[in-house]
């Protein structure tokens, strides 16, 4: 599903206007990309997705053509965990 599909279900589940669906799925992305850059909150929607900043601590790599040892600098990432609900419904289709 792309996101034009996206925002016509959305649109077609909430009975809101397709401008409407895309106008909170893009609140939503705005607060999302905010708080992951910020790192300072963890976004939590019960049952269904978190969404969170970490760290990576600095380690020891190895180029594996070469097998020369290299440092790999720490680094922010994003971490995003289903949630029970999500996982639950995942299981259930296969």
Do not use: C, H
Not at 3 to 17: C, I, N, T
Not at 42 to 50: A, R, V
Not at 76 to 90: E, H, Q
């Amino acid at each position: 599903m792309n996101k034009s599909e996206l925002v016509d279900a959305l649109a077609d589940k909430a009975g809101v206007s397709k401008t409407d669906a895309d106008a909170v799925l893009k609140a939503l992305e705005d607060v999302v990309t905010s708080a992951v850059a910020t790192g300072g909150d963890k976004i939590t929607l019960p049952g269904f997705l978190t969404f969170e900043r970490t760290y990576r601590k600095p380690r020891t790599g190895r180029n594996p053509q070469t097998g020369e040892t290299l440092q790999v600098p720490g680094a922010n990432a994003m971490k995003v965990s289903a949630g029970s609900k999500l996982k639950a419904a995942a299981k259930a289709s296969t």
